[in-house]
Structure formats: C-alpha cells, structure tokens
C-alpha cells in the first residue's frame, strides 16, 4: 500500500501559466521549495475531484534537464490526487504534437507536457511545465487562469513520496494507492500512435518511392537533440527507407548538445551551411519539442513559414487526409504575412486571423471551422490534431514535391509568379530590460493612438508609406465570442505593408521584442528580389518611430528571420 502524505506549502505569486505554459529558468523549479510541486498539484486540481478516478492523463516531454525529476513527481502527485491513469513516454520522451495525438486516441482528460519548446535546456536553461485538455489542445485561458488562482492560494500538496516508476520498461505498473483505487502508469512506445496517425493522413508508398526509390530525393532532417530524433529515425529513415545519415542529432540531449533548439536560419546554422553544399533536395530542422519546423530547398534555399503555409495550403489536395475531409477554412496568426491570404481568396476558402497563440487556431478546429493554418513563429499544423506538428509539416512538402516533381525552389517561385509574394521579415530583441522594453511599447502605443497619425506620411530613402490603420489588435473569436485585446501593435499603411510590434510571453529572463515587416508585391521582376533589400526602408521607419535601438540600447536584433 502506497501513503499519501500531505505537505505543507507556501504560495507563490508568479505562476501565471502563459500561451505555452509555466516557462522558468530551471533554476526557479530547483531552488524554490515546493515550486514544481505547487504547479504540478494546481493543474492536476483543476480535474473534477469526481472524475479522476476515471481519467486517463497523458504525459511526455522533451528530454530538457529536470524532466525526469518533474515526471517523478507528476506521477506521485497524481497517484495522491486520485487519478487512475498515467500514459507516459518511454524515457518521459514525447513530442508535443505526439502527445495531442494520444489525448485524442485515448480519449484523456488532458496532458501535462514538460518543455520549454524551442528555449535553451540544461541546468542553466529553461523549463516548462504545460497543461493540454480533452481535445489535445493548450488548455484556454479560462483553464490556466483556474490554475494561477489555485496557485496563488495554495498553502499544501498531497504526495506519494515513496512511489518511483521505472520510465525505460514499456508495459502497465500498478500500486494500491491508501484511499484509492489501484493507480495505473503506463510506459508506452514515444512514436507509436503518432507514426500510425500520419501513416492515415499522408500516401506512405508515395513518400517511400521519393526518398528510396530508384529517382529518390536526397534529405537532411536535423533534429537539433530534441524531441523529434526517434520519431525521424522510425518514420523516415526505418519506415519510408530514406538513408540513416538522412537524420542527424537525432538522440535527445538534456541540453539539447549545448545548442539553442530553435529551427530558424541563426541557430539551425549548420544544416543551412551543409544545404548550401547542393548535396541535398530537402533540408529540415525541429525545436525542442517538434512541434515547430523550417525547410529549407537545395543550396540553402529559404523557406519562409509564412509561405510555407500558403504552399501547402495551395497544394492541399496532395495530401490524401484533405482529399478525405475537404478545407473546411485556412487561419494564421496576425503576425504572420498575408501569403496564406492571397492562396485563400483564389481558392475561395473562408480565412480567419487570430491573435498568436495554437489555442485560437484549436477553437476554430473543435467548431468544424479549420482544417490549415501557420504561424510565422515556424509553426504549421492541421486538424489532425491540436498542436502544431513539425514533423507533419515536412511530410506535406514531401507530398507536394512527390506529386509535381519539381524542386523546392522551383514550387515556390511557381507559387510567387501565380499570387505574388509577400516579402516579410521578423527582427528578434531577445532578453531586452523588461522596464525599457514596455516604455517602448507605452511611448510608441501613445504616438500611434494620436488622432494625427492616422494619414501621416512616413519616408525613408526614396520610399514613403501613409498610414491608414493604427490600432493594438483585437480578436473576437467566431465560436465562443470570447475577446482577445492588446495583441500586438499594428500600423498597416495605404498600400497594405504592414508593421507590427509585440511583446512575446514565452521567453523565460527579460522581454523579447519582436518587429514584423510585411508588403505585398506581384510585379514579376521583382519577386525574386532580397526580402532584406526590399524591406529595408519599412524597417528604417519602424526603428525610427518606435525609437527601438535608443530605448532599449540594442544597436541590432538577436536573430533575423
């Protein structure tokens, strides 16, 4: 008979769980008594009292330091709280969008994911702690505020301090909890459930045929040391016969090898260098936790996740999940460029903008009104499940190369010459003083708001660009009604070019201001140009009426994407 021990706590006042969960240096979890337990009991009290005996919650995570320790716990502190049955990856190891996949296969009340996503790991880094509901989506804002008032308010915990479950040995362990029923862990394989999922959306023997038949394509998928190494190594290597070396850093790492697991063109630097050999079609690397992607084309050839999205969502029907279920509606995030915009006006399909964030993009999937959408944030995803999916992003350019039989350069240059192209960039202020970084926000919101901005004539060069909208963005969601303000400051001039400003949540030290330039061009000599090179003026202006640089004393962005 396991005991259940009560331990009394103290609250803490900082564990307001954001977009993607509690995000701290792992530090904060070691060092203050009873962090984790305190969040881990405030989620798992937010499961009616009546129904956790029943329920069935998932748990995974990234392989990031600390998160053997925090499963442990879980597990413990779940057994006291009454719930009959954890589904853990082996080894605590699964992927996000894996983890989606199995609330909905099994029918769960929820997920706990352990990540900080594309955030450094190791004992210096970061660590997350995530709630995922029934649907396999981020848990809304009416559920993580339930948790933050809990844990405001917390003053003890119930635990099974002597109960420890072997991770690494697949198969059920049970143990008669005091007071309970017997409680049930399940260790079960990381990539089963999920390779089965993609093996009914995607044509696998089509996608074995490009990378193992006789005129196969060559990949390079880098897994950066997260999450998505094992699921490379048996779905595209053992499964669809692409060659071993096709994957690299595919062993998940604490620390992830000391890198940053951040898909994008400063941190995933090695796989675009060994791109610009030209010895592989397809490059693409995963985040922390596979749920976000980049892909690259031969010699390098950059991808924008914005025109990403739209490609996919032009080339929709290569997918035979979507020859299934039809497009039901497309959807991005306000950041993200206006490509996916012109591909839905052609195809005549409903688009929805929503502020960021995947639990938006979940609303409108659970009401019947989604099937694509993207953020520029490299994240792509469909209905399939309610996370953004990495992996199922790379497989659906892998369908689309596999049917026109063309390159990647070759379909997105296709692609700019039949709707144009949206030129966007995003400038990354990462770990900036939190005081500077909202009196800048403060000061700009103030100039924006003057009833004199609005036809203002900005210029820089020989370019100048009249305002016509200047607002914060807010959204109504279409299906609850349920309103989002203060998303991100948006100044969109006469001829559609848009700036945006925001500051990002999910970041651990300090703020992260993010600056996103989009304009639209659709004169064929010159979409092929340098998006830096054409943007340059828009984002002269935007330094300069923010005054960016002056008041946060960064003379240049961390990361340009």
């Known amino acids: 008979m396991v005991k259940i021990t009560t331990v009394q706590s103290k609250p803490y006042s900082d564990q307001k769980p954001g977009t993607s969960g509690l995000r701290k240096r792992v530090t904060v979890f070691q060092q203050n008594p009873h962090y984790a337990e305190n969040f881990i009991q405030s989620v798992i009290s937010v499961i009616e009292p009546a129904e956790r005996q029943a329920a069935t919650v998932v748990v995974g995570g990234d392989g990031r330091f600390f998160m053997k320790d925090a499963i442990q716990l879980i597990v413990q502190i779940a057994a006291a709280n009454g719930i009959g049955h954890l589904v853990i990856g082996q080894d605590g190891i699964m992927s996000t969008p894996a983890v989606s996949c199995v609330i909905r296969q099994m029918k769960a009340v929820g997920g706990i994911i352990l990540t900080a996503s594309h955030n450094p790991g190791g004992p210096n880094g970061d660590f997350g702690i995530k709630y995922n509901i029934s649907s396999g989506g981020p848990a809304l804002e009416g559920i993580t505020n339930k948790i933050f008032e809990i844990s405001k308010t917390l003053q003890e915990y119930q635990i099974c301090p002597e109960l420890r479950v ?24 990381s990539v089963t459930a999920y390779a089965e999922m993609l093996r009914d959306i995607f044509n696998f023997a089509e996608l074995k045929e490009l990378l193992s038949g006789a005129n196969h394509i060559s990949v390079r998928l880098d897994a950066m040391h997260g999450v998505v190494g094992p699921y490379v190594k048996k779905i595209v290597c053992e499964e669809l016969g692409a060659p071993a070396h096709s994957a690299v850093n595919c062993v998940p790492q604490e620390d992830f090898g000391g890198h940053h697991p951040d898909p994008n063109l400063t941190y995933a630097a090695d796989l675009v260098n060994t791109m610009k050999g030209g010895e592989y079609d397809l490059g693409a690397a995963f985040d922390g936790d596979g749920d976000r992607n980049m892909v690259l084309g031969k010699n390098g050839f950059f991808v924008n996740p914005s025109d990403s999205v739209a490609v996919i969502a032009a080339n929709i029907n290569t997918i035979p999940y979507f020859q299934k279920t039809g497009v039901k509606g497309l959807a991005r995030s306000m950041p993200t460029s206006g490509a996916l915009d012109n591909v839905a006006k052609a195809l005549q399909i409903q688009l929805y903008e929503t502020p960021t964030g995947w639990k938006f993009f979940g609303n409108l999937m659970d009401a019947g009104k989604l099937s694509l959408c993207g953020e520029e944030s490299f994240g792509t995803g ?60 403060a ?65 651990s030290a300090g703020a992260t201001i993010r600056l996103y330039i989009d304009s639209y061009e659709k004169d064929p000599k010159k979409i092929y140009q340098d998006p830096q090179v054409m943007l340059a003026p828009l984002v002269d202006i935007a330094l300069t009426i923010s005054q960016l640089q002056e008041k946060t004393g960064r003379t240049g962005p961390t990361v340009i994407t």
């Open 382 to 441: 469909s209905d399939h499940i309610r996370e953004k999916d990495g992996l199922w992003a790379v497989l659906a350019w892998l369908s689309i190369l596999a049917t026109r039989k063309q390159s990647v350069e070759e379909i997105m240059k296709d692609h700019w010459q039949k709707f144009g192209r949206n030129f966007f960039t995003r400038y990354d202020y990462e770990e900036v003083n939190s005081d500077a970084a909202n009196k800048m926000i």
């Open 443 to 507: 000061d700009l919101e103030t100039a924006m708001f003057d009833p004199s901005f609005i036809g203002k004539k900005l210029s820089s060069g020989d370019k100048t660009y009249e305002v016509a909208v200047s607002d914060n963005f807010a959204y109504t969601d279409p299906v609850d009604g349920s309103v989002s303000k203060n998303q991100g400051l948006r100044i969109i001039f006469s001829d559609g070019s848009r700036v945006i400003f925001r500051l990002s949540g999910t970041g």
């Open 166 to 189: 072997d991770l690494s040995k697949i198969g059920k362990q049970s143990f008669e909890v005091d007071t309970f029923k017997p409680f049930t862990v399940e260790i079960v394989d």
